[in-house]
């Protein structure tokens, strides 16, 4: 891509950047933001308005929404949620049009179905005329087959169809929704690319193992002597962390020092609830420990360097962060065998593929729990991602 071209990356508003939650599309953007502007491009970031925004040197142009709206975020992602879409995504399409000059080249890189529907919808076809106007699909329904999804599409996901059909470049992050847009929405394939997110391999790093802050995370969270494994997600059926409770559960009662770690903001109350209920009657309440909402950064890292693995297990699926993150921390993944996609096969990556509780328990017992396999792996998981997967590699892949 020339010069010329003026990057403008588009916040969700769902949250403000830099992320001070796990929110997996911001940390994106941020990413993609930071990683362009260090090679040399002339980067913009559009995001919602934070009076107590997080220290950064993005350039970033403050779209304004009301406070009541612009300080919430909602795990259910239920009325409010959609109301502040609805007003963020008119604001930013006033902001960006007063922004763009009708001589200059610009490529609007959209996140979000209504950013991109309001924009397209508004801006004149004459103001759009110098634009490439770019959208990645991170929404996981699309990684499903269409004979489950079209009704579910044609009724939520309206606007994200049509800004795929508008958009002159899509990004998928995995090879189903690549054909759900080919096969299905006959979206050209010279138009959709499919690419991997990256990640922050400077900062999601395996940290030494006499590090002061693990090591009074450990002290804290009783864990001296006992072997954890990992989970961070939104705490919802999706994510299914109560189906990775269950596949512990005979390792918990055969070894009482495994404790499983997860962690999340809770979208599903009733969800969460069920685990709780699972793990009383099961008798493992000390085995499964709730961490609550981490912030992404040092915090979340340290985290990772508690545990000897990380869980995987997710019913669908774009492309997940915290496997990346996982696994630049060292951690090996044990993953299930429906989230396998092109980017992740291969042998020696850190990578250990289930698909039933007995591959799960077989793989853990041999590959994980045992200190010199599981430091095998763990060296394998942080090289593969190191060499392949940082911010740097992914947005030339991006803007080249």
């Avoid at 949250?15 to 090679?39: C, D, F, R, Y």
């Avoid at 239920?78 to 502040?84: F, M, Q, S, V």
């Avoid at 138009?191 to 590090?211: A, C, H, I, R």
């Avoid at 705490?235 to 109560?242: E, H, T």
């Amino acid at each position: 891509m020339g010069e010329k071209y003026k990057i403008i990356e588009i916040g969700t508003g769902y949250t403000s950047i830099p992320a001070k939650i796990g929110a997996a599309t911001e940390i994106v953007v941020e990413g993609l933001a930071k990683a362009a502007s260090n090679q040399g491009f002339d980067v913009f970031v559009f995001d919602i308005n934070d009076k107590n925004r997080t220290e950064n040197n993005l350039n970033i142009i403050e779209v304004y929404v009301p406070g009541f709206l612009a300080d919430t975020v909602e795990y259910k992602l239920g009325a409010i949620h959609k109301l502040k879409r609805l007003v963020y995504s008119f604001s930013l399409t006033i902001r960006l049009i007063r922004f763009i000059k009708i001589k200059q080249h610009y490529v609007l890189h959209f996140h979000n179905q209504y950013n991109f529907y309001f924009f397209y919808k508004i801006c004149s076809k004459n103001k759009r005329k110098n634009l490439k106007l770019f959208y990645t699909n991170h929404t996981s329904i699309w990684s499903k087959p269409w004979n489950e999804i079209e009704k579910l599409i044609s009724k939520k996901y309206f606007m994200e169809s049509f800004s795929m059909k508008k958009a002159d470049q899509v990004f998928v992050l995995n090879e189903m929704t690549y054909q759900n847009l080919t096969n299905h929405l006959n979206i050209s394939s010279n138009k959709v690319k499919m690419l991997p997110n990256g990640v922050n391999t400077e900062l999601y790093t395996k940290l030494s193992s006499d590090d002061k802050d693990v090591a009074c995370l450990r002290t804290k969270l009783n864990l001296e002597d006992r072997k954890a494994l990992f989970h961070a997600g939104a705490v919802c059926a999706r994510k299914n962390q109560l189906e990775i409770i269950k596949y512990l559960t005979p390792l918990f009662k055969q070894d009482p020092r495994i404790v499983f770690l997860y962690a999340g903001g809770i979208r599903e109350i009733e969800y969460y609830n069920s685990i709780t209920d699972y793990c009383s009657s099961q008798k493992i309440e000390k085995n499964v420990v709730y961490l609550g909402e981490l912030p992404p950064g040092k915090i979340l890292n340290d985290h990772y360097n508690l545990a000897i693995g990380f869980v995987f297990f997710s019913k669908s699926e774009g492309f997940s962060l915290a496997l990346l993150e996982a696994l630049s921390a060292g951690l090996p993944v044990l993953l299930s065998k429906n989230l396998e996609i092109n980017f992740i096969k291969g042998k020696d990556n850190g990578i250990l593929i289930f698909e039933k509780q007995k591959d799960f328990r077989d793989i853990f017992l041999t590959e994980v729990y045992p200190s010199e396999r599981q430091k095998y792996h763990s060296e394998k998981a942080s090289q593969f991602i190191h060499r392949n997967y940082s911010w740097d590699s992914i947005t030339k892949l991006y803007f080249d």
